[in-house]
C-alpha cells in the first residue's frame, strides 16, 4: 500500500473523524482541523506521530491558506484532502433569518472552497492529487424544512463538478461525498434550528422535525464503514465524480432525479420554443 498525506477539516467529530480513523487506519498520516486544543489533543490521541492536529477556523481564509502552505512544508505533499467541515440548519424557508443563511452558506460552501482552493495549485505543480468535499444526499435531493442547508450542498456540488472538469487535465481528481442519514450528532445537538414562528407550517413540519429528532441517534448509515468506503476511493486510478453513501440516499437522490427527468421530459416542446431560428449550439 503507498503511504499518503491526508487532510481533513472537521475531525473532532462525526464523519469528518470516521474518515480521519479509517485514514489512519490504513497507515495513511492525517492532519485534521479542529477548533480548540482539547479536540488536537483527543485527534493527535489516536495515533501518535500520524493524526496531526491544526486547528483552524474554516471561515477566515487567509488562516486557511497559512495552514495549507504550512503542512505542505512541513509534514509533506498532500495527496488527498477532504472539505468536510460544515453544519446542519433546519427551519423552513420563510422561518429561517436571512443571517442565519449567509453563516449557512458561510462555512458549507466558502470554508469548502477555501479548503479546496487553498490545496489546489500544490497537487497542480505535481501533476496528481485528489480533492473531495462532503456535501450530503441534501445536495441532490431536497426536503421540506432544510432549504438553507440544502441550498448550501447544492451550491458545492455545482462547484465541484465544473472544477472536476477542469482539472482533470492535471491528473487530479474530484469528488464528491453525499452521505444519507449517519448515526453521527449532525442531526443531534450539531444542528441549528431557526425558531418556529408561523403556525401555517406546523402540519407540514412539526413531524418532520419530530421524526429527525427520534432518529438521532439510530440512523442506518454507519460512520466507520463511511470511512472505508472513502478510502477505497482514495486509492482507485479513476475514482467516482459521486459517491453517495447510504442506502437511503441512494432510495431518495433516485427518487428526486427521476422527478426531474419527469419534468424535463413533460415540458420538452415547451422548452424548445424558447429559441431562434438559428442560432449557435453549446
Known amino acids: 500500500m503507498q503511504r499518503r498525506n491526508w487532510l481533513i477539516t472537521g475531525v473532532s467529530t462525526g464523519l469528518g473523524r470516521a474518515f480521519a ?4 487506519a490504513a497507515g495513511h498520516t492525517v492532519v485534521g482541523t479542529v477548533r480548540s486544543e482539547e479536540d488536537l489533543r483527543a485527534f493527535e490521541g489516536l ?3 500520524y493524526a496531526r492536529g491544526r486547528i483552524l477556523d474554516v471561515t477566515d481564509d487567509h488562516a486557511v491558506s497559512e495552514v495549507i502552505t504550512e503542512v505542505e512544508r512541513g509534514v509533506g505533499p498532500l495527496d488527498v484532502v477532504i472539505a468536510n467541515a460544515g453544519y446542519g ?3 423552513t424557508f420563510e422561518e429561517t433569518p436571512l443571517a442565519e443563511v449567509r453563516r449557512q452558506f458561510e462555512i458549507n460552501v466558502f470554508g469548502a472552497v477555501a479548503t479546496l482552493q487553498a490545496a489546489l495549485p500544490h497537487m497542480r505543480r505535481r501533476r496528481r492529487g485528489h480533492l473531495m468535499a462532503v456535501t450530503s ?12 442547508y440544502c441550498g448550501s450542498k447544492f451550491a458545492l456540488e455545482g462547484i465541484l463538478e465544473a472544477l472536476g472538469k477542469e482539472v482533470a487535465q492535471f491528473g487530479i481528481h474530484v469528488t464528491a461525498i453525499e452521505p444519507g442519514s449517519f448515526r453521527t450528532d449532525w442531526a443531534g445537538r450539531s444542528m441549528t434550528r431557526a425558531a ?6 406546523d402540519e407540514l413540519f412539526d413531524p418532520i422535525r419530530e421524526a429527525r429528532q427520534k432518529a438521532s441517534g439510530n440512523q442506518l448509515g454507519n460512520p466507520a464503514k463511511a470511512g472505508e468506503a472513502v478510502v477505497r476511493i482514495a486509492s482507485v486510478d479513476q475514482p467516482p465524480a459521486h459517491l453517495v453513501l447510504g442506502s437511503d440516499a441512494l432510495r431518495l ?3 428526486a432525479r427521476t422527478a426531474v427527468d419527469e419534468d424535463i421530459r413533460a415540458w ?4 424548445r420554443t424558447t429559441d431562434f431560428d ?3 449550439q453549446l
Open 278 to 280: 438559428e442560432g449557435a
Open 268 to 271: 420538452e416542446t415547451l422548452s
Open 21 to 24: 480513523q479509517a485514514a489512519l
Open 253 to 255: 437522490v433516485t427518487t
Open 47 to 49: 495515533a501518535p506521530g
Open 89 to 91: 440548519l433546519e427551519g
Open 137 to 148: 444526499m441534501g445536495g441532490l435531493m431536497a426536503v421540506p424544512g432544510m432549504s438553507a
Open 196 to 201: 418556529r414562528t408561523i403556525d401555517d407550517y
